[in-house]
């Protein structure tokens, strides 16, 4: 049994292959996926079903991954948030956690360890 399994994971991210390739790496191992590419929808549907974790891409056109968790935090959402993002250059991940992502994972992500990574960041929550 996988440690992904029956975890409700959200993947938000302007890239549709890249939706479709974490989707697909996630449920492979038992979790089940929703996915966004903007921030609104995404915002809305968190006022009914919350996950267990949601990954979030920083660069995004409509409201960057900084401001879809200020708004989560503005709802009161206490869900543990990665960023995930190609900004992997020296202090950006003390930048990201200090705006209170719970953590990181560059992209572009190593596929073979991209599970155990959200598997990690959901035991360390």
């Known amino acids: 049994m996988s440690l ?6 959200a993947v938000l991210d302007d890239n549709d292959t890249i ?3 974490f989707s697909a790496l996630l449920e492979a191992h038992g979790a089940q996926v929703t ?3 903007t921030g609104e929808p995404f915002l809305a549907r968190m006022a009914d079903a919350l996950p267990d974790l949601i990954l979030l891409d920083i660069q995004m056109p409509d409201m960057d991954g900084y401001q879809v968790l200020a ?3 503005a709802m009161a959402i206490e869900i543990p948030v990665i960023a995930l993002t190609a900004h992997a250059m020296g202090g950006d991940r003390e930048k990201i956690l200090e705006r ?3 953590g990181y994972i560059a992209k572009p ?3 073979r360890s991209f599970p155990e990574q959200v598997a ?3 035991l360390h929550t």
Request: proline residues 0%; aromatic residues 4%.
């Open 19 to 21: 939706l479709m390739l």
């Open 4 to 9: 992904l399994s029956g975890k409700k994971i």
């Open 71 to 73: 708004q989560l935090k």
């Open 100 to 102: 209170g992502f719970t």
């Open 109 to 111: 992500v190593d596929t």
């Open 120 to 122: 990690a960041a959901l």
């Open 35 to 37: 996915t966004d590419t």
